[in-house]
């Protein structure tokens, strides 16, 4: 194939993985105030994809650790494998939404990208960053996955927690009437859920960029787009001696922005029914304490640079929730099929996208 083609493709792949993830993860920002019945379904995805969209442009710190925190610079990274990892997360968020069950997209994003990355290496285990500093600053997978992968939903449980205790003590306090209290969440769920919409497009948009910006450096090593028309000058990187960027460019970032928010807008029903309803009945106070604790996770999160799960932050600041009304609030049947969603996600991606880069080698489709 072309190797300029190759990019486009690339690119395009990456952008639908993207717009996948908007309406995959829609119900991260939205199922709480829905089943609250705050807001319409009309309206929480219209919130949900304008603070998807702002979020998106604050920040691009888990982008930096995509296109440089996970493979070592050293590696020439194959458009081919890129396009392969994207590839197998795509299948398994389709998979998962279908059966509505509220998994990672990032992790897949990332399972899948490493699965590719060792089927071009030939499981050469050494080309990935498992961990290590990089300008004083923590890389590799340890740090800035498998760590957050379990500590996140952890954080999400304990904040979802404390928060629904606290409320509950003011209530109790100051003896509000229970028509007050649904009145007053009501209004403040909005504000939590805009809260978690725009952290969840400062952390999951961002992968999509660094994806993009990995292919752009791929074709820049490759010499890709040497002969590209003028009017692709943008899709040309100068990174530094390293071979790193400072930063993604920005036009990736508006583009995943916006495709982020055109996903997120097309909405995910089966999640949020999952969500909303399945795993615990919820009152718009609730729904207040879930969002706002997971929101100042994946916020801090972003901060940080750690592309993290925001499915496993709500679904768990959810649980925390309803283990404070009671502990048999929580369908923990339904929760149990979500761990092991969780569990499977990284290790069934990387073999999807390691398989689907062995495919296309066997069949003549890359070298």
Excluded at 166 to 173: F, W
Excluded at 209 to 216: A, D, K, Q, R, W
Excluded at 283 to 291: D, L, R, T
Aim: hydrophobic share 55%; with cysteine; charged share 10%.
């Amino acid at each position: 194939m072309d190797p300029l083609l190759l990019v486009l493709l690339v690119i395009l792949v990456a952008l639908a993985a993207e717009y996948i993830n908007g309406f995959h993860d829609a119900a991260n920002a939205i199922a709480t105030v829905v089943s609250t019945r705050v807001l319409t379904p009309r309206q929480a995805i219209l919130l949900a994809a304008l603070t998807n969209l702002v979020g998106a442009f604050f920040g691009t710190e888990v982008a930096k650790t995509i296109y440089s925190g996970y493979i070592q610079s050293g590696f020439a990274v194959s458009q081919e494998a890129i396009a392969c990892g994207l590839l197998g997360g795509i299948v398994w968020n389709l998979l998962t939404w279908w059966f509505g069950i509220p998994s990672s997209s990032s992790h897949a994003l990332i399972g899948g990208l490493c699965g590719g990355v060792l089927a071009q290496a030939k499981i050469n285990w050494g080309v990935l960053i498992w961990d290590g500093l990089a300008n004083g600053k923590a890389v590799g997978l340890w740090p800035k996955l498998v760590k957050p992968m379990f500590a996140s939903p952890v954080i999400g449980f304990l904040l979802g927690a404390l928060f629904m205790l606290a409320l509950t003590g003011l209530i109790v306090r100051f003896a509000a009437r229970p028509s007050k209290v649904q009145k007053v969440f009501g209004r403040l769920q909005i504000v939590s859920a805009g809260m978690m919409g725009f952290s969840h497009g400062s952390n999951d948009s961002q992968k999509t960029v660094g994806i993009i910006t990995l292919t752009l450096l791929a074709a820049h090593g490759t010499g890709a787009l040497n002969g590209a028309p003028e009017w692709l000058h943008f899709l040309r990187v100068e990174p530094n001696a390293e071979g790193k960027l400072a930063h993604a460019p920005y036009w990736v970032i508006v583009v995943c922005a916006i495709t982020m928010a055109l996903g997120t807008a097309a909405g995910g029903w089966r999640i949020i029914r999952t969500m909303g309803h399945k795993m615990v009945k919820l009152q718009p106070v609730h729904g207040f304490a879930a969002e706002t604790g997971a929101a100042l996770t994946i916020h801090g999160a972003s901060t940080l640079g750690i592309p993290l799960s925001t499915t496993h932050v709500i679904s768990t600041s959810i649980l925390g929730v309803g283990a404070t009304k009671r502990f048999d609030a929580v369908r923990w049947g339904l929760v149990g099929r979500i761990i092991w969603a969780w569990v499977l996600t990284i290790p069934v991606t990387a073999l999807l996208g390691y398989w689907i880069y062995r495919g296309a080698l066997a069949a003549g489709w890359t070298s």
